[in-house]
C-alpha cells in the first residue's frame, strides 16, 4: 500500500482506486502533479500487486467496493474524495454507496457502457495480452521497447501507445493480475446508483479518444446520475493518466478545489 502525503489540515484525504490490470503505480506520475495541499493514498485492488483476489462472479464491483470500505475503516480514514480510474471509478461510486464519502470523481468509469464498439476493442487487448504474455519478462521487455509493438499491444488504450514509456511495467502489471477474470465480469456490471445522496459531489470524467469507456457512455450517465458534473480530458485514451498525466491531475485538482471551497455544483453540460 502505498500512501503519499502533503499537507493535512483536515480537508478530506484523497483516496485513488485504479483501474483493471494496473495498479497504485499508475497514479504516481499524477499525484506528482497535484498540488500539494491533500493528502493522497493509492490503493492496490484485490487482484493486483499480490493482493489476494475476491471472488469473481456479478457481484465483484460490490464486492471490491466492500472490501475498500474496510480497508478504510482499518486505516481509519473516514468521508474521502475519492477517485477512481474504469474499474476503480465505478468502485468509488459503490463505495459512495455504502459508506459517506466526501465527493466521488470517476475518469473513464465502467458501468455506464453502450455494449459495442468498446467489447469489440477489450477482447483485441485481452488477446494482445494473452500473446505477450507467452514471452519471457526480458523478452517482452524488448519487444515492447518497439513503438509499433507498443501500438500494437496498447493501440485500443492509449491515444499515443508508441509514447508510453512505463509500456514494460503496466504490461507486467496486467500480465500479472487477474485482469482476465475482472474484465469478464465487470464487464457486465452496470452502476444503478439512486442511492447515492444528492448531497454527494459526483465528477465523471471521460477522455475524448476513449476507446474503451467511449464519450458517448455519458448519455446513460447523465440518466442515472443526472446532478453528476461532466468533464472531458481532450486528447486521451482509455489510459488517461498516462496519455496525459498534467491534464488528468488538473481535472482531480479542480474537482478537490471546489470540494473544498464547497461551491454549489452547475448544471451538468455536454461531455
Known amino acids: 500500500m502505498a500512501e503519499a502525503h502533503w499537507r493535512a489540515d483536515g480537508e478530506p484525504q484523497l483516496v ?38 475476491v471472488a469473481y462472479d456479478h457481484e465483484v464491483v460490490p464486492r471490491i467496493a466492500e472490501y475498500v470500505a474496510e480497508r478504510l475503516d482499518a486505516l481509519g480514514i473516514h468521508r474521502p474524495h475519492v477517485v477512481g480510474h474504469a474499474l476503480g471509478g465505478a468502485v468509488a461510486l459503490e463505495l459512495a454507496r455504502r459508506v459517506p464519502v466526501a465527493a466521488v470523481t470517476a475518469l473513464c468509469s465502467a458501468g455506464f457502457r453502450a455494449v459495442g464498439q468498446a467489447s469489440v476493442c477489450v477482447a483485441k487487448t485481452r488477446a494482445m495480452l494473452r500473446v505477450v504474455s507467452a514471452f519471457a519478462p526480458r523478452t517482452r521487455a524488448r519487444l515492447l521497447a518497439k513503438p509499433w509493438v507498443r501500438r500494437l499491444v496498447l493501440g485500443n488504450l492509449s491515444a499515443r501507445p508508441s509514447a508510453l514509456t512505463t509500456a514494460v511495467a503496466d504490461v507486467a502489471a496486467m500480465v500479472a493480475s487477474d485482469l482476465r477474470a475482472l474484465v469478464r465480469y465487470a464487464g457486465r456490471y452496470r452502476f444503478r446508483a439512486s442511492e447515492v445522496g444528492d448531497t454527494t459531489p459526483v465528477n465523471l470524467v471521460w477522455a475524448a479518444q476513449d476507446q474503451v469507456v467511449p464519450p458517448a457512455d455519458a448519455v446513460r450517465a447523465r440518466r442515472v446520475l443526472p446532478a453528476a458534473r461532466h468533464l472531458v480530458v481532450p486528447d486521451s485514451g482509455h489510459l488517461v493518466m498516462r496519455d496525459d498525466p498534467g491534464a488528468t491531475a488538473a481535472v482531480i485538482h479542480a474537482c478537490h478545489l471546489r470540494l473544498l471551497r464547497g461551491k454549489p455544483r452547475p448544471t451538468a453540460g455536454p461531455a
Do not use: E, K
Open 16 to 53: 485513488l482506486l485504479h483501474g483493471a490490470g494496473l495498479g497504485r503505480a499508475s497514479w504516481d506520475a499524477v499525484v506528482d502533479r497535484i498540488p500539494g495541499f491533500v493528502r493522497a493514498l493509492a490503493l492496490d485492488l484485490p487482484g493486483h500487486n499480490g493482493v489476494p483476489g
